[in-house]
């Protein structure tokens, strides 16, 4: 008896142990499904272009992780992997750009295969050299691909890719659109809506205008353009000059502009040095719009660092304030200012284009990979080359030598394809925001207002004759009950940029009813 219930013990333990089996296979399938995959992101950690705080692509890629990662990670094979974030300073500022060259290395020894960014030009030219001499150990399916977010520089692309496929080919540029169309937003603008519609009215048909930027090698060919080939037939470039970096004192140049009777002075500005120039602006009441390219007028803290003088600036930008572009860019910029902010009273951190581009990065290569399905870098890249893939703001696909694929420039935007935007700083509900004003013609789009020590009557003058008359009324009658994107809409007669041409456009008009300029054109 004994030893039959000693034969039932080991039977019965026998059971257990092979319905354990399964249990057993079925946890290490489960634990095997779960990857980590390690994806390198530098940038310059002494500027805003970084920081979360300040709006930077750190902020972009710990969002995106966290969203892509609590939505079950990326799935290769059947596997799913969540990201994880190595990073790494570029050391912009100062500039060194050997320490660029040892961080990016820092970031391949660490074991990542896919680095998203690179800020400043110089650095990113070391970081692709890391990358290439890593890559050139290696065979083709481990190469390490590098997207570039914040470099705008032509020549990082076009002297790479575009001549050199079989040395560069895991190279990509997911930010900002190159310099050229870069430039092209900016000329779009002013030639296709501010001169020929404000500004040539206003001064008898021709503008004459300046061009001021940053002494940097990226801007000679802004510069240059603007001297030799001007802004068309309505413009007529007199005065042009480069502030060493560093300048705090630019009323000399404001002075020499003014005095050629600049009415438009465009600008190109990646340094803080801006922040002097647009006080000093609008201290000086100076006669001319500022225009252009003003990268640290882009972030949340404009406003504060230039005593609020910053109204009426226009510059190139992502987005303005939660523009409503996707309702996925309207999801990010709340969650951006959710979960970034410095300690009070600095206010929430509204992202810039650096941290745009970070986060579409991440959207790129997981449809990349997922696609592909494989980390074969051979395949994941013919995969980039022809994958179409919704981002932040528009769609984004890659050109056939892997920089930013940007169609369209002007005034319009009928493609819907990743471009930049001009955005004006203006005073709505007694705080400074950026306002969308080219494209023109997208639902939040908002029309440009010159400065009132420029014109005074610029808001109510609709149609730009130097008289507020029943023609104006006529106009925003035309115009009444519209919205953006009713077919009778007109963005000039919305005079309090609500959206919605009323009886409150109609009020404003007519408290100046009957007034003129006091001389026109105005000299």
Not at 112 to 136: H, L, P, Q
Not at 399 to 422: E, F
Not at 441 to 454: A, E, F, H, N, V
């Given at each position: 008896?004994?030893?039959?219930?000693?034969?039932?013990?080991?039977?019965?333990?026998?059971l257990?142990?092979?319905?354990?089996?399964?249990?057993?296979?079925?946890?290490?399938?489960?634990?095997?499904?779960?990857?980590?995959?390690?994806?390198?992101?530098?940038?310059?950690?002494?500027?805003?272009?970084?920081?979360?705080?300040?709006?930077?692509?750190?902020?972009?890629?710990?969002?995106?992780?966290m969203?892509?990662?609590?939505?079950?990670?990326?799935?290769?094979?059947?596997?799913?992997?969540?990201?994880?974030?190595?990073?790494?300073?570029?050391?912009?500022?100062?500039?060194?750009?050997?320490?660029?060259?040892?961080?990016?290395?820092?970031?391949?020894?660490?074991?990542?295969?896919?680095?998203?960014?690179?800020?400043?030009?110089?650095?990113?030219?070391?970081?692709i050299?890391?990358?290439?001499?890593?890559?050139?150990?290696?065979?083709?399916?481990?190469?390490?691909?590098?997207f570039?977010?914040?470099?705008?520089?032509?020549?990082?692309?076009?002297?790479?890719?575009?001549?050199d496929?079989?040395?560069?080919?895991?190279?990509?540029?997911?930010?900002?659109?190159?310099?050229?169309?870069?430039?092209?937003?900016?000329?779009?603008?002013?030639?296709g809506?501010?001169?020929?519609?404000k500004?040539?009215?206003?001064?008898?048909?021709?503008?004459?205008?300046?061009?001021?930027?940053?002494?940097?090698?990226w801007?000679?060919?802004?510069?240059?353009?603007?001297?030799?080939?001007?802004?068309?037939?309505?413009?007529?470039?007199?005065?042009?000059?480069?502030?060493p970096?560093?300048?705090?004192?630019?009323t000399?140049?404001?002075?020499?502009?003014?005095?050629?009777?600049?009415?438009?002075?465009?600008?190109?500005?990646?340094?803080?040095?801006?922040?002097?120039?647009?006080?000093?602006?609008?201290?000086?009441?100076?006669?001319?719009?500022?225009?252009?390219?003003?990268?640290?007028?882009?972030?949340?803290l404009?406003?504060?660092?230039?005593?609020?003088?910053?109204?009426?600036?226009?510059?190139?930008?992502?987005?303005?304030?939660?523009?409503?572009?996707?309702?996925?860019?309207?999801?990010?910029?709340?969650?951006?200012?959710?979960?970034?902010?410095?300690?009070?009273?600095?206010?929430?951190?509204?992202?810039?284009?650096?941290?745009?581009?970070?986060?579409?990065?991440?959207?790129?290569?997981?449809?990349?990979?997922?696609?592909?399905?494989?980390?074969?870098?051979?395949?994941?890249?013919?995969?980039?080359?022809?994958?179409?893939?919704?981002?932040?703001?528009?769609?984004?696909?890659f050109?056939?030598?892997?920089?930013?694929?940007s169609?369209?420039?002007?005034?319009?935007?009928?493609?819907?394809?990743?471009?930049?935007m001009m955005?004006?700083?203006?005073?709505?509900?007694?705080e400074?925001?950026?306002?969308v004003?080219?494209?023109?013609?997208?639902?939040?789009?908002?029309?440009?207002?010159?400065?009132?020590?420029?014109?005074?009557?610029?808001?109510?003058?609709?149609?730009?004759?130097?008289?507020?008359?029943?023609?104006?009324?006529?106009?925003?009658?035309?115009?009444?009950?519209?919205?953006?994107?009713?077919?009778n809409?007109?963005?000039?007669?919305?005079?309090?940029?609500?959206?919605?041409?009323?009886?409150?456009?109609?009020?404003?008009?007519?408290?100046?009813?009957?007034?003129?300029?006091?001389?026109?054109?105005?000299?």
């Amino acid at each position: 008896m004994e030893e039959e219930r000693k034969m039932n013990k080991k039977i019965v333990l026998i059971l257990i142990s092979l319905l354990c089996i399964p249990m057993v296979a079925f946890s290490v399938r489960f634990t095997s499904a779960t990857g980590t995959l390690k994806v390198g992101v530098i940038g310059p950690y002494s500027l805003p272009q970084w920081h979360n705080y300040l709006g930077g692509m750190q902020g972009g890629a710990q969002l995106a992780m966290m969203d892509i990662n609590a939505a079950g990670g990326i799935n290769v094979g059947g596997t799913s992997y969540n990201i994880e974030l190595v990073m790494e300073d570029e050391h912009a500022m100062p500039l060194d750009e050997d320490a660029a060259y040892t961080a990016t290395m820092n970031l391949l020894t660490a074991g990542c295969k896919y680095i998203i960014g690179g800020f400043r030009t110089e650095c990113v030219w070391k970081i692709i050299e890391a990358v290439k001499d890593w890559n050139s150990g290696l065979p083709d399916e481990d190469k390490v691909i590098l997207f570039i977010n914040g470099a705008s520089t032509d020549e990082l692309i076009s002297t790479t890719v575009k001549t050199d496929y079989s040395t560069y080919w895991w190279l990509f540029r997911i930010n900002p659109i190159n310099s050229t169309m870069l430039f092209k937003n900016m000329l779009g603008y002013l030639q296709g809506y501010l001169i020929p519609y404000k500004l040539a009215p206003m001064y008898g048909g021709k503008v004459k205008f300046g061009c001021l930027v940053e002494d940097l090698s990226w801007t000679v060919g802004i510069s240059q353009y603007m001297k030799y080939y001007g802004l068309g037939p309505q413009a007529t470039y007199v005065y042009g000059a480069r502030s060493p970096p560093g300048t705090t004192d630019f009323t000399p140049f404001l002075n020499a502009a003014a005095a050629n009777n600049t009415r438009l002075l465009t600008i190109a500005y990646t340094l803080p040095d801006a922040g002097y120039l647009i006080n000093q602006w609008r201290a000086g009441s100076y006669p001319f719009m500022i225009v252009g390219i003003d990268v640290f007028g882009q972030t949340h803290l404009w406003p504060s660092q230039t005593g609020g003088k910053c109204e009426y600036e226009v510059l190139e930008d992502f987005s303005g304030t939660r523009t409503p572009i996707t309702p996925e860019a309207v999801k990010f910029w709340d969650h951006f200012v959710g979960n970034f902010s410095a300690p009070p009273p600095t206010p929430s951190a509204w992202p810039i284009y650096t941290a745009w581009g970070a986060y579409n990065g991440f959207l790129i290569l997981k449809k990349a990979l997922e696609t592909a399905d494989t980390f074969d870098s051979t395949t994941v890249v013919s995969v980039l080359e022809a994958q179409e893939t919704p981002l932040l703001n528009g769609k984004g696909k890659f050109t056939s030598t892997h920089d930013v694929y940007s169609l369209t420039y002007g005034p319009t935007w009928p493609d819907g394809y990743t471009r930049a935007m001009m955005v004006q700083w203006v005073t709505l509900g007694g705080e400074l925001i950026k306002q969308v004003a080219c494209p023109t013609d997208q639902l939040y789009s908002r029309k440009t207002l010159i400065p009132p020590w420029m014109y005074e009557l610029a808001a109510v003058d609709i149609n730009f004759d130097g008289n507020v008359d029943i023609f104006d009324i006529v106009t925003v009658g035309l115009a009444f009950g519209a919205n953006p994107g009713d077919p009778n809409w007109n963005i000039e007669a919305d005079v309090n940029l609500d959206g919605t041409v009323d009886i409150f456009d109609i009020v404003s008009i007519a408290l100046s009813f009957g007034l003129s300029a006091p001389e026109w054109p105005l000299p």
